[in-house]
Nanobody
Framework: QVQLVESGGGLVQPGGSLRLSCAAS????????MGWYRQTPGKQRESVAI???????SYADPVKGRFTISRDAAKNTVYLQMDSLKPEDKAVYYC????????????WGQGTQVTVSS
């Protein structure tokens, strides 16, 4: 029932920046947890950044100090600001949400491609 729409992916040079957006079809304040995951062909999908209902955040070690997850409740949108991008950051990035609506549910975005050239 909940839809997540991602945007902001693209091509950037090493050291550059991108901001990904994830717009939800319901209030993000209804979400228990939201986050960003990424996946490269041949590699398991991995968690990148997570934000809880309380606003607490956590990050995977490879992106600490470079990526920032944030939210704008008025726009029902969660962001991932990516700075100092490296070639190894190249992946498809997915938005994820856990929420309670007629029971416990999860939702995934369709993914947006991030390419870091060298």
């Amino acid at each position: 029932q909940v839809q997540l729409v991602e945007s902001g992916g693209g091509l950037v040079q090493p050291g550059g920046s991108l901001r990904l957006s994830c717009a939800a079809s319901i209030s993000i304040l209804s979400m228990n947890t939201m986050g960003w995951y990424r996946q490269t062909p041949g590699k398991q999908r991995e968690s990148v950044a997570i934000i809880s209902h309380s606003g607490s955040t956590s990050y995977a070690d490879p992106v600490k100090g470079r990526f920032t997850i944030s939210r704008d409740a008025a726009k029902n949108t969660v962001y991932l600001q990516m700075d100092s991008l490296k070639p190894e950051d190249k992946a498809v990035y997915y938005c994820y949400a856990e929420y309670v609506l007629s029971g416990w549910q999860t939702a995934w975005g369709q993914g947006t491609q991030v390419t870091v050239s060298s």
